[in-house]
């Protein structure tokens, strides 16, 4: 089945900065790669997408890359903010008929300082 | 709109009881899946509901666990002879799947459940 790695498991980084973090997956045929945001006590929010027809996406200060030649993809926040801070996870399914059942990451703390 | 909804949000049970956790799926979405998520770890696939039909339940990790849908909407997890090693949070998403783009999940808030 597919394997999802992630990285780092904590980032912290002062209001302002940028963050950047990276996800590998072992199935070739997984082709749909969300990223979540989870604050504590709350489910995970959907943030942003990418499919595998396209390499990157941008939605204001949040973009996401994906290289399915190596198979990682990547999340980066710009002007971070301490509103930011929560755990982030990435997951990735493959079309197989129509389950898409998502695969996750371990998640990453990120830490916004003021 | 209304999101996905959970209940109860906490459950406290004691070891060897039976629990029904439940979840309302954004109205319209076909497709709704259960994850547990431990704590550290991010979320992991129990099973998937396409309509009323389980078309996927080869995440549930053993025979305690069941789940049903009946009218297509609404969804209990159901767990007998609860053990320690069941507490987590329980995650329930739905999505819309009518088209092949139509597959961002969204998940409710999660019931956490504790076995003492």
């Known amino acids: 089945g597919e394997n999802v790695e992630q990285h780092p498991s904590t980032l912290s980084v002062q209001e302002g900065d940028s963050a950047v973090i990276k996800c590998t997956y072992s199935d070739s045929a997984s082709n749909y790669f969300p990223w979540y945001k989870q604050e504590l006590g709350k489910g995970p929010q959907l943030i942003i997408d990418i499919r595998s027809n396209v390499g990157e996406k941008k939605d204001q200060r949040i973009a996401v890359t994906l290289n399915k030649t190596a198979k990682h993809f990547s999340l980066h926040i710009t002007e971070t903010q301490p509103e930011d801070s929560a755990v982030y996870f990435c997951a990735a399914h493959r079309d197989r008929g129509s389950n898409y059942k998502l695969t996750f990451g371990k998640g990453t703390l990120l830490t916004v300082n003021p | 709109g209304a999101g996905v909804s959970q209940t109860p949000s906490n459950k406290v049970t004691e070891k060897g009881k039976y629990v029904e956790l439940r979840c309302d799926p954004i109205s319209g979405h076909t497709a709704l899946y259960w994850y547990r998520q431990s704590l550290g770890q991010g979320p992991e696939f129990l099973i998937y509901f396409q309509g009323t039909g389980a078309a996927d339940d080869s995440g549930l990790p053993n025979d305690r666990f069941f789940a049903v849908r009946p009218e297509g909407s609404v969804s209990t997890l159901k767990i007998q002879r609860t053990e320690r090693g069941d507490s987590a949070v329980y995650l329930c998403?739905?999505?819309?799947?009518?088209?092949?783009?139509?597959?961002?999940?969204?998940f409710g808030p999660g019931t956490r459940l504790t076995v003492t």
């Open positions: 998403a739905s999505s819309q799947e009518r088209r092949e783009l139509d597959y961002e999940q969204y």
